[in-house]
């Protein structure tokens, strides 16, 4: 169908900038683009800009200035009436998993789907992979108040990719976890793009960053100051990884997720 239009960045930013009213310079001319299958983290320091660049992204504020293109749509051309379409084709993640209260684990993963065409029985099957890909199959009637942080994190990144986004935007995902935790939900991101999801992660996490030395792009007083490539947290620690997706994914804290995974991995380039 529409020869090359995959090979196009799966994120553009050109030019962009927002303020908030009425003069708070959130960012401030930022050029960027992510390639379909990238991992991408945003870094810098609190206040420089990284949650309002991933809002534009997912259309939850609007750009003041320049143009931002996200899975071929622009979004800032774009229409409300278009929004809903464009937060299908993604899946956002956050600090404090924002998980239905009254509803268990199965029918929070279970939720997005809900308001699709699919099947009770399509939607049930879909539930049953991701719990067991993020390792909820014993909590699943759980509600969320009933679940460690960490397991909220797991429901939340399972609910986030139950539609099988493109792209995957977590706004600092393990900012309430302890370390241990913090590793598991590091090792599910990774995993997660392994099967072919772009993912972006705004963080102040060095132990995050450093494990998995992929691209960073680092962020102060709203302009990008550092875009680096199998970078580590600090510039100075920059140097070769010792293959370190190989012993994430090996280690990892799904080991059904391999098989189990429907994905896109045959997309990725
Ligand atoms: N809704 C808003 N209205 C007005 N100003 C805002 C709003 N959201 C963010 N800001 C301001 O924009 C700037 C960038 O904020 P942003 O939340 O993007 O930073 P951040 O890098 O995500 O910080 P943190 O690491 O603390 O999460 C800050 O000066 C902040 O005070
Ligand atoms: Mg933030």
Redesign the pocket.
């Known amino acids: 169908m529409f020869a090359g239009r995959d090979e196009q960045p799966i994120v553009s930013l050109k030019g962009v900038s927002k303020v908030?009213p009425p003069s708070?310079a959130?960012l401030t001319d930022v050029d960027l683009e992510i390639e379909r299958g990238e991992f991408v983290f945003l870094i810098?320091p609190?206040?420089?800009?990284?949650?309002?660049l991933l809002r534009l992204l997912y259309r939850e504020e609007q750009a003041t200035k320049g143009r931002i293109v996200v899975n071929n749509r622009d979004v800032t051309a774009m229409g409300p009436s278009d929004v809903p379409f464009l937060r299908r084709q993604l899946g956002v993640v956050f600090q404090d998993f924002k998980l239905l209260p009254r509803k268990t684990v199965a029918e929070n993963i279970a939720f997005p789907l809900v308001v699709s065409e699919f099947s009770a029985r399509a939607i049930r099957l879909r539930v049953a992979q991701l719990l067991e890909i993020v390792g909820l199959k014993d909590r699943r009637h759980a509600l969320p108040a009933e679940l460690s942080g960490g397991e909220q994190q797991r429901a939340a990144l399972a609910r986030a990719i139950v539609n099988n986004p493109v792209l995957l935007i977590a706004d600092?995902p393990t900012g309430n976890l302890d370390p241990e935790t913090s590793r598991g939900i590091t090792q599910l991101l990774a995993e997660i793009n392994f099967r072919g999801t772009t993912v972006i992660v705004?963080t102040?996490s060095e132990v995050m960053v450093n494990a998995l030395r992929r691209r960073v792009v680092a962020?102060e007083g709203g302009m990008i100051v550092r875009d680096q490539a199998r970078a580590a947290y600090r510039d100075a620690d920059a140097g070769p990884a010792a293959q370190p997706d190989r012993r994430l994914v090996a280690s990892g804290a799904a080991p059904a997720a391999a098989a189990a995974w429907p994905g896109r991995g045959s997309r990725r380039g």
């Open positions: 908030y708070t959130a810098g609190s206040g420089s800009g990284k949650s309002t600092e705004a102040h962020i």
